[in-house]
């Protein structure tokens, strides 16, 4: 799982607690990623302590309540090393909720169906990279962010580059395409006949 490397890497800088952690994680790769949830966080800190990628020490403070700082073990940076010298495999594949729309719509048979399916989403990938045009500038001071931003907004393109394959395979010759699509009805079960 990748943001439990990530958090192993914060930890390979220095030891480190939970609310520094989410800070040093969400100004490490930038408001595309989002925020993460500490709630989230500490059950990560538990299964790295449990499989031995990181030790724990409560530490007493004067005023505040006592604070749980981690350390990263050398089984944790053999982990580190490990997750760094492999290629990333796309987490969940090819699923994806916008191909299955496709092929719903497309096999409405009806090509206002699927012209509407893709002009929405169309619409909404040429807003997200308006939006991260926007972080790119605000964030241009911070290479990694950049570079996140720019991996984001590639995606985006490649989504709409599948648009743009999906109306020239299926709409280039209006509902022809389409009509292929359709599944065959079937024929009506004859009732049978007690007699």
Do not use: C
């Not at 350390?71 to 490990?82: K, M, N, Q, V």
Request: charged fraction near 25%; avoid cysteine; glycine fraction near 8%.
């Amino acid at each position: 799982m990748a943001i439990q490397h990530a958090v192993l890497a914060l930890l390979a800088d220095r030891p480190s607690y939970g609310y520094e952690l989410k800070t040093a994680f969400e100004s490490s790769v930038g408001p595309q990623w989002g925020t993460i949830n500490i709630g989230h966080l500490y059950q990560i800190l538990e299964r790295l302590s449990r499989d031995g990628l990181v030790t724990s020490e409560r530490v007493t403070q004067q005023v505040k309540p006592d604070r749980v700082v981690y350390e990263i073990t050398g089984l944790g940076r053999a982990e580190l090393d490990r997750w760094l010298g492999e290629p990333s495999s796309r987490g969940g594949g090819f699923r994806d909720d916008f191909f299955l729309k496709v092929m719903a719509a497309a096999h409405t048979g009806e090509e206002a169906v699927l012209r509407g399916v893709l002009g929405r989403q169309r619409a909404y990938l040429l807003h997200e990279l308006r939006n991260l045009q926007q972080l790119r500038t605000a964030h241009a001071q911070d290479p990694i962010v950049t570079l996140l931003v720019a991996a984001a907004a590639r995606h985006v393109e490649a989504d709409l580059a599948f648009i743009g394959d999906t109306e020239d395979t299926l709409l280039a010759d209006g509902a022809a395409s389409l009509a292929l699509l359709r599944r065959p009805t079937r024929p009506a079960h004859p009732e049978s006949s007690a007699g």
